[in-house]
């Protein structure tokens, strides 16, 4: 399984982006998916999850700004953000939970910079 990151980039503050994660294999919905992003000098941290039922939840701190979306068929999982600040400046990085006895999987990152 590959996921495969793409969207991030400069952007100024109160701008927007809308990252993109594509996913190898053919049983993509059945999945719970997530994006988690790292800031230098930080840990990781949680941004966004969607169900395989289109459940979604958001940290609080992007909520209001940022929505997570799935798109099944075409094996995507997206992140608007909207209203971006400079401490939404990480590495996005997405994932895809495990689900019963198959492991978790990670996408590469991409690097969002928000300029003040």
């Known amino acids: 399984v590959q996921l495969q990151a793409s969207g991030g980039g400069l952007v100024q503050t109160g701008g927007s982006l809308k990252l993109s994660c594509v996913a190898s294999g053919s049983t993509f919905s059945r999945y719970a998916l997530g994006w988690y992003r790292q800031a230098p000098g930080k840990q990781r941290e949680w941004v966004a999850s969607?169900?395989?039922?289109?459940?979604?939840n958001h940290d609080d701190s992007v909520k209001g700004r940022f929505t997570i979306s799935r798109d099944n068929a075409k094996n995507t999982v997206y992140l608007q953000m909207n209203s971006l600040k400079p401490e939404d400046t990480a590495v996005y990085s997405c994932?895809?939970?495990?689900?019963?006895?198959?492991?978790?999987?990670w996408g590469q990152g991409t690097l969002v910079t928000v300029s003040s």
């Open positions: 994932r895809r939970f495990a689900l019963g006895k198959v492991k978790d999987y």
């Open positions: 969607i169900t395989s039922g289109g459940a979604s």
